[in-house]
């Protein structure tokens, strides 16, 4: 690593309009630059690549699993699809997507110029597409690639029948582990930010919810990650180099990975869904015209939610031979992560409640997101119980909790998000016609998709199998028209940021009438946001209907963007 | 390396707008306005001190499979391995663990601009911590076991070898900063980067203290 400095001039990254036909400088999203509105982009498109990739691994194990018998791919082929799908989605879909976001909301919703590390903000995002290539690199080496599962369980995720050091299992713990160096840094950039940078008169009472659902999140991810590291390290000495932390012949102990990989992994869907209970409480009030409800209960209610994350991993071990007593302990601290979350959930309601209510796209997947969130609460809530998690633990009862999680909540909220921000970060408008179509068919897609699936698990279809019994038939044909309809839903989304892009109307400095720091900004905002003419904020967020401004000198601020 | 990432360029430098550093501010009032000099450190002192913090979590993480594995093992040593040397880990452990108190007498004379009393002290920090690695690379090459002799052999390479390498860069960040005290006028603004290198140094230290607890105190079972 070198210490000369990049040049870096942020006037000159300030076109003044895009030109018709293509977004403006595109070239710049190419290069190693240092602002975070490019570095957000650089995340989110390459996120929605891979979302593809990880879509495309998911349709052929639903082709697969159309009809009963294995016949579409071999059985071992198939784990590795199941394998690489879950790593795709959680490191390169998920993960990149999110720090795209915290990239491009938090330093003009604090006021900040950019990040507290802009040389080391464009390191991590770099280090993306090297761990995304290592990870597809997999796919060519000899063996293919790994099979044992997005968790990595030893003993079965140490046998290398070939005896190669470059290996598939070797290529996806590496990809984790540089995707592990990355996010740690992207966190220590982020906290930084949101506790240095805010804007005169932000104190902590007066900054947006997604603020403090980043920063909740990024406080799992420092606390979390290193324990996944130490877990890593250890089994890729296991695997590559003969020692046998985790291997019982050598006096190791399987359990400790179990406990290293679930520290990390499930507070790690917090990672995911905290900055979308974010999204959910910054959009909620701007389509329904009201402040937010017990803003806050639901700003410290993160915090309890990071504190109770940090605490509840065994739950995943409940089959694994943990001692009575544990399961015990780990089913109470589970069962209240639903008090912090319900808090949430209710005070989104009450937002909701007699607001006079702007069905955008933005806002219809907002509130399917919630509306399916809901639904993943109470089979987690299920799933917590012990004698309910012993029967179904291992069955797709677990696949559709999970996916309602991660896909019709978690990705649900991403895809509030892209239509609510993408004006403002692009200077177009996204066409809603085609916005509405791509609910529509995301969300009948996700229904068909996962409701299934609690059907199938509850009736003891195991998960991770390739052939199951002909009883299943029908939950997994419904299941995979969803996964089918879900691709097709894929082709109005893509088509409308395209051509939104290229050639969607202007976007106005604040479409939405929405109240909030980065709405003062023009669309999209100059490189340094506000520069040196940073506002003193007067008041909290999500004054809707009081009206109070938000900031000292409001007019004057609104005037410029008029002018502009 | 970590000082030119850890590091806000010119054009974003806060100290130029209207926000600043200082301490967090109080629940309304913000982070505080422009106090000028010091906000450039600032930033640094704080990402670096966030980074030790999740840092150190990789090190808990270890120590607690050492202990695990220690207390659930079924063999322990390899066959023929008695136990660890202590007398020459000792000295080597007096060694490290002063160099702190010369690394802190480094910063303490930059402190104060004595520019070249700093340079020694920090040269000696530095050597000291050479020692350190060598002894260590000495006694690593006397074992009678390997890194594939059963649990025990892997834990006791897995963790002075990871620690090690935390020394190592020590000693490299340090070196970069000895570097930098030549170039004229770079402490003028404040000395953020020897001050989060100094923290660092004293952080590998700690680690090693609980580490030598672990592997050369504690060897009864
Ligand atoms: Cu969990």
Redesign the pocket.
Known sequence: MTTTPIPFDPRTLRAPHPVPGAPDNWRRFFTFNTDAKVIGIQYIALALLFLLVGGLLAMIMRGELITPPADLVDPSVYNGLYTMHGTVMLFLFLFPILNGFNNLLIPPMIGAPDMAFPRLNALAFWMFPVFGVVLMASFLVPGGPASSGWWAYPPLSTQNPLGLLINGQFLWILAVAISGVSSILGAVNFCTTIIRMRAPGMGWFRMPIFCWTALAAQTIQLAGLPVLTAGAVMLLFDLSFGTSFFQPEGGGDPMLYQHFF?FY???A?YVMVLPVFGFFSEIFPVYARKPLFGYHVVAIASFGIVFL?LI??V??MFTSGTPQWMRHVFMVT?MLIAVPTGIKVFAWLATLWRGKLWLTTAMLFAMGGVFNFIFAGITGIMLATVPVDVHVGNTYFVVGHFHTVIFSTITFGVYAAIYHWFAKFTGRMLYEGLGKVHFVLTFVGAQLNFLPMHWAGLMGMPRRVASYDPEFALANVLASLGAFLLGVAMIPFLLNLVSSWVRGARAPANPWQAIGLEWLLPSPPPAENFEHDVPTVISGPYGYGLGHPLVADQERYEARLKEG | MADSLFSTPAALDPTAGPQGSGAAGSPEQGPGHGSGEHAHGGYNLTGFVIFLASESLIFAALFAAYIVLKGSAPLWLPAGVEGLEVREPLINTIVLVSSSGVAWLAERALHRRQLVRFRLWWLLTMAMGTWFVVGQAREWLGLPFGLGDGVFGACFYLLTGFHGLHVITGVLLMALMLWRSFRPGNYDGGEAGVTSVGLFWHFVDVIWIVLFALLYLWQGR
Request: avoid cysteine; proline fraction near 9%; aromatic fraction near 18%.
């Open positions: 679930w992994s499930h507070p869907v994350s509840v991993w739950h995943h589970t």
